[in-house]
């Protein structure tokens, strides 16, 4: 009978000890061969996972461009509510770097935001996955735990079309949100064209 539970504690503890080495941020992969000329163009956000803090509530959109140096930019766009009452559309801006060519899926935001009550910043900007044609979905960590796995992060899900994703991509889009250790954290984005 000891051995059964000590067999079944095992088993628990190599659970958990697997469910946290799959959540360490650094063991996530991105877009293979990102292309950003492909991804260029305009997304509308679906789905969002805040991080801690101010951030833009709904009717979010992005339109990336890429220079002919090969450097990405984006503009985006989105409601976001002010001293818990004033309700806007803001304005933000970024530009990304690539600091290791060999993964051009992993590059490094810096943005501003257009007016003096938003804010600037960097953070990471990984491209999980996308198709380029129909659907993206994007992450950032802005803080680690000491074990690598993400304390503050935030992620979204973008559709070259405002109004949905086709269930087959759904399903490729869950999967994705649960390699990212963030299932059941995501968040519909309202698109009412309010911006």
Same mark, same amino acid.
């Given at each position: 009978m000891d051995f059964q539970i000590f067999a079944l504690v095992m088993m628990f503890l190599?659970?958990?000890e697997h469910s946290l080495a799959s959540c360490v941020v650094d063991s996530f992969t991105v877009k293979q061969d990102f292309d950003p000329k492909r991804y260029a163009g305009k997304w509308y956000a *679906? +789905?969002?996972?805040? &991080? =801690?803090? *101010?951030?833009? +509530?709904?009717?979010? /959109?992005? =339109?990336?461009?890429? %220079?002919?140096d090969g450097s990405m930019v984006a503009s985006s766009r989105g409601r976001v509510t002010l001293f818990g009452f004033w309700v806007v559309c803001a304005d933000m801006a970024a530009q990304y770097t690539v600091p290791d060519p060999g993964n051009p899926g992993k590059m490094f935001m810096d943005y501003q935001g257009l007016? /003096?009550? *938003? /804010? /600037? %910043? %960097?953070?990471?900007?990984?491209v999980i996955d996308t198709d380029y044609d129909n659907y993206a979905i994007t992450y950032a960590c802005r803080t680690l735990k000491d074990d690598g796995t993400c304390e503050d992060g935030y992620a979204l899900v973008f559709s070259r079309n405002p109004?949905? *994703? &086709?269930p087959a991509i759904q399903r490729v889009v869950r999967q994705k949100q649960e390699e990212i250790c963030m299932a059941? +954290?995501? +968040?519909p984005v309202l698109q009412s064209g309010a911006c």
């Open positions: 190599a659970c958990v *679906l +789905q969002k996972k805040d &991080p =801690e803090g *101010l951030f833009l +509530q709904d009717n979010i /959109s992005a =339109e990336y461009t890429v %220079g002919d007016a /003096s009550y *938003l /804010s /600037s %910043g %960097g953070d990471n900007y990984w109004r949905g *994703l &086709p059941g +954290q995501f +968040q």
